[in-house]
């Protein structure tokens, strides 16, 4: 169903449904690996960041090249950051290197405004979940199902929430 719908929306572009069909190749099973086994492998996410790199080279993509390795980089160096200072703070680990490095993976993929999107819209989901089944959960839910989720709906529909959001400024 996920290629259809992304048939469905990029399928007049074949670059670029390609792209996101690669893209949904890696992130499917991280998302059951992680959800399962609350584990992001290594050998999912650097060769899922190498291709996104690689795409990002193929000329008028929706993500340039510039785009994806710095917030590529820079999504890696931000959460490394809050990771380090949460487990500082709270003397517990808040986030896996899994998770940052599958951000910075798909940041190549998505570029500056999407991967801002999708760290919003999956922690806003978390947070409610997390809220939702406090009391019937020991363990957290890890969050690269999350960023999953949250990627499919803005491949899909983050045209319509970037309209609606530039509508109120």
Known sequence: MIFIALFWKFGTDLILFAKYCVLFIFLIPIFFIDLYHRLILDKLTIPMAI???GFALIPNLDVKILNAFLTGLSIMAVMLLIAWLFEKIKKVDGMGGGDIK????MATFLGAIGISF???FASIIAIVVAVIFSKTREHGIPYGPFLAVSTFFWLLFGNYFLE???SLI
């Open 164 to 166: 609606w959001y530039f």
């Open 118 to 120: 999708i760290v919003l």
């Open 51 to 53: 291709i996104g790199l």
């Open 102 to 105: 599958l951000l910075a993976a």
